[in-house]
């Protein structure tokens, strides 16, 4: 009996790890969305959109790496909840 306890203890607490990571997942895709937005709004102030173009935006180059950055996190963590055994 005690073994089934904690293998239902443990599906339990994987199945809330893996709605955590999902909840993380959407709220770092939600600021991919805010950041792709500003980095098309300073393009647009500045009309340049080559990033090889010297008067590229500064703010818009920084908030390209961040969200990179973001985005390969975001892959990153699907990655881990695909990896994961799903809780039965």
């Given amino acids: 009996m005690a073994n089934s306890y904690l293998l239902e203890t443990l599906r339990g607490t994987?199945?809330?790890h893996e709605f955590h990571i999902a909840t993380l997942i959407a709220s770092l895709s939600r600021s991919v969305e805010i950041l792709t937005a500003d980095i098309e709004d300073d393009e647009a102030r500045a009309g340049v959109r080559?990033?090889?173009d010297p008067t590229y935006p500064v703010?818009?180059?920084?908030?390209r790496v961040r969200r990179d950055n973001l985005m390969e996190t975001i892959a990153l963590l699907a990655a881990a909840v695909q990896?994961?055994?799903k809780a039965a």
């Fill in 59 to 63: 703010l818009a180059r920084s908030l």
């Fill in 83 to 85: 990896g994961t055994p």
């Fill in 14 to 16: 994987a199945a809330k």
């Fill in 50 to 52: 080559d990033v090889l």
